[in-house]
């Protein structure tokens, strides 16, 4: 279990504690995410609030990452340097598999090493919408499903993408 997990609100009890100071990231105003360390209140982010289904948050090794809107925000949680990444479309939802973070966005996705460095990114692989449902290890890839619009309506497509290219894969 790593050191660092995502928390409820605790600032309305956390002036009452002798604890120490909390460190603030801030990228927007509105919308707030709290890590804590070893159980104690850490780190406090906030975004601005635009109410979208898709924000989401998780811890992926020493990084807090926080997906919203067009961007994902990363924050380290050793130095609480802050970097941000613009997504195709939108953001969709963060999947990890073994070391490796993937972004599902509007267009594709983007995968990204426990330094942060992109490993691939591949925003051709639907029109409006990707579902990463599982890894295929047998196949090394990532079976995916993919919004497409057609003349006459839009239908979601299987996908399989390749784990180490982004490319598709004939299944």
């Not at 070893?38 to 609030?49: F, K, Q, S, W």
Request: negative net charge.
């Amino acid at each position: 279990m790593s050191e660092y997990q995502l928390t409820e609100n605790f600032e309305q009890n956390h002036n009452e504690l002798d604890l120490p100071v909390i460190q603030t990231v801030t990228f927007g105003n509105g919308k707030k995410y709290f890590v804590s360390k070893n159980g104690i209140p850490y780190l406090t982010a906030e975004v601005n609030d635009i109410s979208d289904y898709f924000d989401k948050a998780c811890i992926f090794g020493k990084y807090l990452c926080i997906g919203s809107g067009h961007a994902v925000m990363f924050v380290n949680l050793e130095t609480f340097a802050s970097i941000s990444m613009e997504v195709s479309m939108y953001f969709g939802y963060f999947f990890v598999y073994q070391d490796v973070l993937y972004i599902a966005s509007g267009k594709g996705i983007v995968a990204v090493d426990s330094a942060l460095h992109t490993i691939w990114k591949n925003d051709r692989l639907a029109d409006d919408g990707v579902i990463i449902h599982e890894v295929l290890e047998s196949r090394e890839a990532l079976r995916i499903s993919a919004q497409e619009s057609l003349p006459y309506g839009e239908y979601w497509k299987e996908k399989l993408v390749s784990l180490k290219t982004g490319e598709q894969v004939i299944a």
